[in-house]
């Protein structure tokens, strides 16, 4: 992140079928050509072990992606979740729920 660029942190709609989390990146990231080392994720899990899988997609340029499915169940709630993306340069990108038992997930 650049010195002059600002960002906000915000709780995001709860993931679920209807609804994914958009991932936003600054606008110096988005004009540099260069690879995310890490994205940390701060989940808010309510204190329960919710069922199912989302995916982690991030999409380039290019029209390239990364996709990473995780289990939800392996969130703490409140704690970061961390990826590791492949080397290419990602601008954008989003959580969705893929498959779960919980209705508000």
């Known amino acids: 992140m650049r010195e002059n660029d600002t960002y906000r942190v915000q709780p995001s709609v ?8 958009n991932i936003n990146m600054t606008s110096s990231h988005q004009k540099q050509s260069f690879a995310l080392k890490r994205v940390g994720i701060i989940f808010g899990a309510y204190s329960i072990q919710n069922p199912g899988e989302a995916e982690l997609r991030l999409n380039g340029i290019d029209g ?4 990473q499915r995780f289990p939800l169940a392996e969130l703490a709630d409140n704690q970061y979740r961390y990826f590791y993306p492949d080397s290419k340069s990602r601008i954008e990108g989003e959580i969705v729920c893929k498959r779960s038992m919980n209705p508000s997930f």
């Open 14 to 21: 709860q993931l679920n079928s209807s609804n994914k989390i």
């Open 64 to 67: 390239s992606s990364f996709i």
